[in-house]
């Protein structure tokens, strides 16, 4: 059975084979949908160009998420390919490497703000382009992490970034839910990707996942990829405004 049987998905945040939006874009496919994705720079072209060949995506659209003007142009892109947007993936996010290292007390101004734009602000921005675009029934999905809500080292300014997306996640559920649109993020444990090899000290946090978690292992792509299927699908028909926790159950962990 092929859950996203005749749904148009909208994937921003692939950057190569190991981005978790990879896996998510990867499942959706799998499962029937006709897919679009997005690069913010030309070297993420020609990385993400076999990508899209192999999902045999119906376009791949250029769209830096902190400039207003390319998002829109990447709308009216997106309208004159499809008629409307069933799904919506947002898996972007950037700090300053020198803002995920040391303490938080010391981050400038500026890196803060990067972090806060790129990281929380672009689902916003991209949820109001694309508002009038989305199907009744639509769907919009976001990742966040367990450094939300908790003080993890070296997380710093994206901690914070992360835990504005995930209240972002919530008024936008509220804005949107009365057409049935449902917005909605996934908290994924730590994965090997691009981004992550920013943060100081990951391979530790990957060490503790399979010490500490109910699962003894740190979760994969393919993991995301299924829970990003629900909520992509009628299954979560009543699912919005939530966080869904996909790290082998490490966030019950207490002392």
């Known amino acids: ?8 998905a ?32 030309e070297p993420i072209l020609k990385r993400i160009t076999p990508i899209a060949q192999e999902l045999e995506a119906d376009f791949v659209l250029p769209c830096n998420v902190s400039s207003d003007e390319e998002i829109a142009r990447a709308a009216a892109f997106v309208k004159d390919k499809w ?15 020198e803002d995920l290292a040391g303490r938080f007390i ?30 009744d029934a639509a769907s919009v999905i976001t ?7 908790k003080v993890v080292a070296n997380y710093n300014a994206m901690g914070v970034a992360k835990s504005a997306l995930e209240a972002s996640v919530r008024y936008l559920a509220v804005d949107l839910g009365a057409r049935g649109v449902r917005v909605n993020a996934i908290s994924a444990g730590p994965v090997k990707t691009m ?4 943060i100081s000290g990951f391979k530790t946090i990957l060490e503790r996942i399979e010490e500490k978690s109910p699962m003894r292992r740190n979760i994969t792509i393919e993991d995301v990829g299924k829970s990003a299927l629900y909520l992509a699908s ?6 919005t405004g939530d966080v869904v926790f996909v790290d082998s159950g490490y966030n019950i962990m207490g002392v």
């Open 1 to 8: 059975m092929k859950l996203l049987e005749g749904k148009k």
């Open 10 to 41: 909208l994937v921003f945040g692939v950057v190569n084979e190991r981005s978790i939006a990879y896996g998510i874009a990867k499942c959706f496919v799998e499962h029937g949908a006709s897919l679009g994705l997005s690069y913010a720079a």
């Open 83 to 97: 008629d409307h947007v069933d799904i919506l993936v947002h898996s972007i996010a950037f700090a300053r490497r």
């Open 106 to 135: 010391d981050t400038s101004r500026e890196g803060f703000s990067i972090a806060l734009d790129v990281s929380a602000y672009s689902l916003v921005a991209l949820c109001r382009a694309f508002e009038t675009q989305f199907s």
């Open 143 to 149: 990742l966040s992490y367990y450094g939300a809500g």
């Open 195 to 198: 981004a992550a090899s920013a």
């Open 234 to 239: 009628d299954l979560s028909s009543g699912t």
